[in-house]
Nanobody
């Protein structure tokens, strides 16, 4: 139901834009969040946006570098990542929930993830 794309290898200081295509917008997918998980680390919240108001909420760790936006006509949510560092290397997932949540457990639907690797 959710499919991420846009990951890849980028040099430090570079940018990437990830996409999350949602097959169906419904109550259960009212909010779409982004998470990332580095090797041997827990899955961390990046940000979340709703289809209705489009105002994203971000984790403090990415404010000013990452931007979340949505295109309602395309049922797609984007994660624009700038000034990337090797510490941003992780698998990035989008997920959907009926409500705005920061905890991964609050999301019922998950994409398969896309790898982002930042080289130094």
């Amino acid at each position: 139901q959710l499919v991420e794309s846009g990951g890849g290898l980028v040099q430090a200081g570079g940018s990437l834009r990830l996409s999350c295509a949602v097959s169906r917008r419904a109550f259960g997918t009212a909010a779409v969040g982004w998470f990332r998980q580095a090797p041997k680390k827990e899955r961390n919240f990046i940000g979340v946006i709703t289809w209705e108001d489009g105002r994203p909420i971000y984790a403090d760790s990415v404010k000013g570098r990452f931007t979340i936006a949505r295109d309602n006509a395309k049922n797609t949510v984007y994660l624009q990542m700038n000034s990337l560092t090797p510490e941003d290397t992780a698998i990035y997932h989008c997920a959907a929930s009926p409500f705005v949540r920061r905890d991964a457990g609050g999301y019922q639907y998950w994409g398969q993830g896309t790898q982002v690797t930042v080289s130094s």
